[in-house]
């Protein structure tokens, strides 16, 4: 009876850091065209609703007009949101907000069906590439090319097929030579 306990402890100790984990890459995303955020402002029916980022990252909301997420953490756009409702109109605004949908990922080159995908948290390369119907028969699969939504300068970087795929990225899948 004490073994059978203290397995139960041991496996729930090496629980928690994976729980912690899991929730660390939400709290640094950060936001960009494409996303769709809940924005609730408690007791403000008016102002509650989801937003879509436009092209610049930016979406509109009652009585402040256009806000700039792009580039923005969660907290970071509550924090925003509050500043911009606390001096005129809501005395004590309390604002969460969270990611509704990511931007989308964009796969091409030797899958079945290339075009514009969901994200999905967490999801690897291999995950993304079966979404798309999986490889052609000409396909590299060892490797895959990716250029970063977040990288300013767009360099293609050449990544294993097991790593994560982020919101926003352009996947290619290379052809084999022989």
Avoid at 26 to 43: E, I
Avoid at 92 to 105: E, G, K, L
Avoid at 119 to 144: N, S
Wanted: proline content about 4%; glycine content about 8%.
């Amino acid at each position: 009876m004490l073994l059978c306990l203290s397995l139960i402890a041991l496996a729930a100790q090496a629980q928690a850091p994976e729980a912690a984990d899991a929730a660390s890459p939400d709290t640094a995303y950060r936001l960009g065209p494409g996303d769709r955020v809940h924005v609730n402002v408690f007791n403000q029916a008016d102002l509650t609703g989801d937003y879509i980022l436009d092209g610049a990252g930016r979406f509109s909301m009652p009585l402040i007009g256009q806000v700039e997420a792009a580039g923005l953490t969660g907290t970071e756009l509550e924090q925003l949101l509050v500043s911009k409702l606390k001096p005129d109109y809501l005395v004590n605004p309390r604002i969460a907000v969270r990611v509704q949908n990511y931007r989308p990922y964009y796969i091409m080159g030797e899958v079945n069906g290339t075009g514009s995908y969901n994200y999905v948290d967490g999801m690897t390369y291999l995950t993304a590439i079966a979404i798309a119907g999986g490889y052609t028969y000409r396909a590299k699969k060892d490797v895959v090319y990716v250029v970063r939504a977040d990288d300013s300068e767009r360099h293609e970087l050449k990544l294993d097929v097991s790593e994560k795929v982020q919101p926003g990225d352009i996947i290619r899948v290379a052809e084999r030579i022989f």
